[in-house]
């Protein structure tokens, strides 16, 4: 059982920049891929951005340039750096974790870009 603890989400003004973190139970080598997802309200979750064991990354083209997924090894943890946000960036966001056929989710972190 993979656990999965999101932090880092808050309100911030349009223009600025947060940076969530996913901290992993475990080795997140051993993990084939990790993603970042969101959910705004009355809308469908949806993928922001993957980080694959072997370290290759992919984002959906609404984030592109702005926000960057990383991770650092020797603290399990994954990140989202999220700059330039938008108020269409407002929702909840997920970390979750692909081992094989089975999905794990985060309890969720709420960003919210408003003026």
């Known amino acids: 059982q993979v656990q999965l603890v999101e932090s880092g989400g808050g309100l911030v003004q349009p223009g600025g920049s947060l940076r969530l973190s996913c901290a992993v139970s475990?080795?997140?080598?051993?993990?084939?891929?990790m993603g970042w997802f969101r959910q705004a309200p009355g809308k469908q979750r949806e993928l922001v951005a993957v980080?694959?064991?072997?370290?290759?990354?992919t984002s959906t083209d609404s984030v592109k340039g702005r926000f960057t997924i990383s991770r650092d090894a020797a603290k399990n943890t994954v990140y989202l750096q999220m700059n330039s946000l938008k108020p269409e960036d407002t929702a909840v966001y997920y970390c979750?974790?692909?081992?094989?056929?089975?999905?794990?989710w985060g309890q969720g972190t709420q960003v919210t870009v408003s003026s």
């Open positions: 979750h974790a692909a081992r094989g056929v089975t999905s794990y």
């Open positions: 475990e080795n997140i080598f051993s993990i084939a891929a």
């Open positions: 980080i694959t064991s072997g370290g290759t990354t």
